[in-house]
Every structure is written in structure tokens, then in C-alpha cells.
């Protein structure tokens, strides 16, 4: 094998490995505040997909532009939401409903949330996406409350969550929602909706604590890269 092929063959293979770790490292991660004691600092790791410079976010009802992912680097992501009030446990003297054993940085995302008391389409909204891209979408959920909770929608897929214990860890239905591979609307948009009267009277009442956003490998651009490093693979075989 010539050192031509060898240093292709080497460079499909880091691409391939690039890629696969960018997509599962690179997030745009939102921490709600809640009444503006719960920020995480740029260099605090928090969520499910462990994660710095989260974008804190104030207030029951705005529009922000050029979110950070990451790695701090300024995004054409946008955000748009609408509640009915704010929530923090470290102010308002509540149940604090999420003990986190393993530091505070979490415990700091869970604090704070946009508290819901009624139906909003959308409740969260993400701008910026191309039509149609994939993306992993996780909606953190914890009321101060047990027993209050409700249905979410994020492009069409639904999950249903109920607070109903205090919690010290995640755990996905039970203070989280994870949404594999949601694909982006046609204009471009990430839209969580919530519905907080389904199924009972208890659950009227919700919580965004936090949302996490991480793209998925398109399908096509993922199996020219493999088919490339197959051939290359190939040739080198039979050089051999």
C-alpha cells in the first residue's frame, strides 16, 4: 500500500471518529433559572449529556438569540418561550425535590424552571435548524410538587411525566423526557409543547427545567463517510 492510500485510509478513519465524537459531545443545553439564584457558570458540567456553558435563561416569557453549544462558541440557535411564572427552589422555600449525590451542578439546572399551568404550543421553541435535521432532544421536568405533571410534545413525538418523588439522579420518565432523533419542522424549528390537564386533575401543573439539543448524524453523509473508509480499507487489503 502506497503512503498515499495509507495516509487516506488514516484520514477516513479520524473523520469518522471526528464526526462521532463532535455529534455526541456538541450540545445547545438551556438551564431555565427560575427566580435567578440557580446559574451554573460557564465551565459548570451538568445534565444527562454532561455539558458546560449552558445558557441561563431568565424571565416567564422572551425571545434569545445566538445561544452558545458547548464548546462557547455562538450559535444561529434561537430561543423563544412562554410560561405562566417562574420557580426556585432555593428561594422559595419549597420541597427541593432534587438531591444530587454526585455534585451540585446538576442540582443548581434542577433548581430553577418555567413553571406551566397551562397549555402553551409551544411552550419552548428552537429556531435555526434546517429542515428536516435530526436531533436528540432531552426535556428536564421537576416540579417542587408531587404529583404534578403532564404530557409533552416535541414535533410530534409525546412522553407523559408525573413528579412523584424526590429524586438523585436522572432518570429518563421519571425527571427527564428523552426524544431520540427528532426531526426539525419546515421552517427550522424545535417546538416543545405541554399540556398539563391530560388524564387526571392532578396534573395540572409543569415544569422545564432545562432542555438539552444534540445533532444527529444524517444518515446519507454517515454512510458515504463509512463507504469511503470501506474502500479504502478494501485497496489496502489487496495491496497488501
Excluded: C
Excluded at 18 to 26: E, H, L, V, Y
Excluded at 146 to 169: E, M, P, W
Excluded at 215 to 220: D, L, N, R
Aim: charged content about 10%; aromatic content about 8%.
Amino acid at each position: 500500500m502506497t503512503n498515499t492510500l495509507k495516509a487516506l485510509a488514516l484520514s477516513a478513519s479520524s473523520l469518522v471518529a471526528t464526526i462521532s465524537f463532535s455529534q455526541a459531545q456538541t450540545a445547545v443545553s438551556i438551564n431555565f433559572e427560575g427566580d435567578n439564584t440557580s446559574v451554573l457558570a460557564a465551565g459548570d458540567i451538568a445534565g444527562v449529556i454532561p455539558s458546560a456553558n449552558f445558557n441561563n435563561i431568565t424571565g416567564q416569557n422572551a425571545t434569545v438569540s445566538g445561544l452558545l453549544d458547548s464548546t462557547g462558541a455562538t450559535t444561529g440557535i434561537g430561543l423563544t418561550f412562554t410560561g405562566q411564572g417562574t420557580w426556585d427552589a432555593n428561594k422559595e422555600g419549597n420541597l427541593d425535590q432534587f438531591v444530587d449525590s454526585g455534585g451540585t451542578n446538576n442540582h443548581t439546572m434542577m433548581s430553577g424552571y418555567l413553571d406551566l399551568f397551562q397549555n402553551n404550543t409551544p411552550a419552548v421553541q428552537l429556531t435555526g435548524y434546517s429542515p428536516g435535521s435530526l436531533h436528540d432532544v432531552y426535556v428536564y421536568s421537576l416540579t417542587a410538587v408531587d404529583s404534578r405533571g403532564g404530557t409533552f410534545d416535541v414535533n410530534g413525538s409525546t412522553a407523559q411525566l408525573v413528579t412523584n418523588h424526590v429524586s438523585t439522579a436522572f432518570v429518563n420518565n421519571v425527571n427527564y423526557l428523552f426524544f431520540p432523533a427528532v426531526a426539525a419542522d419546515g421552517f427550522g424549528n424545535i417546538n416543545i409543547n405541554n399540556d398539563s390537564s391530560l388524564t387526571s386533575p392532578t396534573l395540572y401543573r409543569e415544569a422545564i427545567n432545562g432542555v438539552q439539543v444534540l445533532s444527529v448524524p444524517e444518515p446519507a453523509t454517515v454512510a458515504t463517510i463509512l463507504g469511503g473508509a470501506a474502500m479504502l480499507v478494501g485497496l489496502r487489503r489487496r495491496r497488501a
